[in-house]
């Protein structure tokens, strides 16, 4: 899955973020938005560098929006939608998105969500959508958010030639802690874990619980200049990060249920 | 608690560890090694930075340390110890620490720290804690972190001038999520916690789901360049942040009981 990290830990990171951003719509080349809004803010992406984008934009470009007028709930979703107060219509899209329902109170519904996330509403997002043009419309997570990255990672390297990472972000509750931080969703070109298990601490004795959620640090660093609200600085690039573990996709992150003491 | 951050996100953080830290002895002044460690790389702190430091090198200074040979374990000890597979004295120093268990397997006790948090081991920690000088050591959590965040703060203002916010972080395993990542034990001088709801998104509808963890992005992008090992960089200084709600602690950041559905 992950293999060591011998990489020295880096004495300085500037993170960046690419101004100007265009607002995304359905269909948009993503990576070519990127890449000039790279190119003309004079920031182009060096070996190295990590590019995070958030999940909205990904999701907007990949056309991952769904006209709530054109949802028919089931009766479970009726049924759910009355138990925690949300438009039954809402909670169509969320259940369609989820494996199960993982715990569930009146506005609030954390489900597993099909790619295995434990998370909020199934990451289903209505604000910020589009205009308020009295058309309601719902955000889905992208389809494969690790496929994502490798796209974006693909095209970029190809435009650049820069061997780079890429990660989708979003803005994810937590278990035990209040607030939301940024994590993976997807990733591409970098070790989204890193496995210090086994290396010597300073005074020689074996390190034990040192799996490090690297992609999600990273990720987290960059939601602090993208903020959670609107698209203003939807992309941003982290750069003087080092690695020599092997590359990991976000994926990686999540633990499997068999591992799972809190689903 | 916590109020509106009117503040615009920033457009690029630089984040630097401060080089060449010593190793931090019981006792040691700690704002003092902070400042002389600034000083000589010529990174004085100016307002609006935030001061990471790890919460090792806090507690080594505080000298948290308990040695493992005066620990005489309880029966209750010994019988979770024999379950979960550790050293029964670790055990004693880890349940002392807690107000509960929250979910044990073996070889992984998670526990209600006394201060809140959910938790491996309590955080105690045997790896690092001193020279392999035959002497086995554990090093608990501070007693306060905030307090400690806000001491340290105090005495960089008054050497300084600048300010400044200080987080103390730590290496938090998650539910549902593989590897750790940095959170904030405490936090003085900053917001802990940004509430965003009620602002109104890009398209004029009101944001609901928009407390941010601001400190806990922090401490997860100040460990980055900490790493988790070793005291190679325990001092981290990110520049380029801006808020303006109030300052809270990092306690604000601890789910309470009653509102959390997964302890």
Same mark, same amino acid.
């Given at each position: 899955?992950?293999?060591?990290?011998?990489?020295?830990?880096?004495?300085?990171?500037?993170?960046?973020?690419?101004?100007?951003?265009?607002?995304?719509?359905?269909?948009?080349? $993503?990576?070519?938005?990127?890449?000039?809004?790279?190119?003309?803010? &004079?920031?182009?992406?060096?070996?190295?560098?990590?590019?995070? !984008?958030?999940? /909205?934009?990904?999701? /907007?470009?990949? #056309?991952?929006?769904?006209?709530?007028?054109?949802?028919?709930?089931?009766?479970?979703?009726? *049924?759910?939608?009355? @138990?925690?107060? /949300?438009?039954?219509?809402? !909670?169509?899209?969320? $259940?369609? @998105?989820?494996?199960?329902?993982?715990?569930?109170?009146?506005?609030?519904?954390?489900?597993? +969500?099909?790619?295995?996330?434990?998370? *909020?509403?199934?990451?289903?997002?209505?604000?910020?959508?589009?205009? *308020?043009? &009295?058309?309601?419309?719902?955000? $889905?997570? %992208?389809?494969?958010?690790?496929?994502?990255?490798?796209?974006?990672?693909?095209?970029? +390297?190809?435009?650049?030639?820069?061997?780079?990472?890429?990660?989708?972000? =979003?803005?994810?509750?937590?278990?035990?802690?209040?607030?939301?931080?940024?994590?993976?969703?997807? *990733?591409?070109?970098?070790?989204?874990?890193?496995? /210090?298990?086994? @290396?010597?601490?300073?005074?020689?004795?074996?390190?034990? !619980?040192?799996?490090?959620?690297?992609?999600?640090?990273?990720?987290?660093?960059?939601? $602090?200049?993208?903020?959670?609200? =609107?698209?203003?600085? %939807?992309?941003?690039?982290?750069?003087?990060?080092?690695? #020599?573990?092997?590359?990991?996709?976000?994926?990686?992150?999540?633990?499997? @249920?068999?591992?799972?003491?809190?689903?």
């Amino acid at each position: 899955m992950s293999s060591g990290n011998n990489a020295p830990h880096p004495a300085r990171l500037l993170i960046s973020a690419l101004p100007d951003f265009p607002l995304v719509r359905p269909g948009d080349d $993503l990576a070519g938005l990127i890449g000039a809004a790279a190119v003309r803010s &004079g920031m182009t992406p060096v070996d190295g560098d990590v590019v995070v !984008v958030a999940q /909205k934009v990904v999701s /907007k470009a990949e #056309s991952r929006i769904v006209d709530l007028a054109a949802v028919v709930p089931t009766p479970r979703a009726i *049924a759910v939608a009355a @138990e925690v107060g /949300k438009d039954p219509r809402l !909670v169509e899209v969320i $259940l369609s @998105e989820s494996r199960r329902i993982v715990r569930k109170r009146p506005d609030m519904l954390i489900v597993e +969500h099909r790619l295995g996330f434990v998370m *909020a509403n199934a990451g289903v997002d209505q604000s910020n959508v589009g205009p *308020a043009d &009295g058309i309601e419309r719902a955000l $889905l997570l %992208p389809e494969n958010p690790d496929g994502s990255a490798e796209g974006l990672r693909t095209a970029l +390297h190809a435009r650049f030639g820069a061997r780079i990472g890429v990660i989708i972000n =979003d803005s994810f509750g937590r278990a035990w802690r209040r607030g939301t931080v940024g994590i993976a969703l997807g *990733a591409a070109g970098l070790p989204a874990l890193i496995d /210090k298990r086994g @290396e010597p601490d300073l005074f020689g004795r074996a390190l034990r !619980v040192t799996l490090i959620g690297f992609a999600d640090e990273i990720a987290a660093a960059a939601s $602090l200049l993208m903020g959670q609200a =609107d698209e203003g600085q %939807p992309v941003v690039i982290v750069r003087g990060l080092r690695w #020599s573990a092997p590359a990991l996709p976000g994926a990686g992150l999540i633990r499997p @249920e068999a591992q799972d003491m809190f689903r």
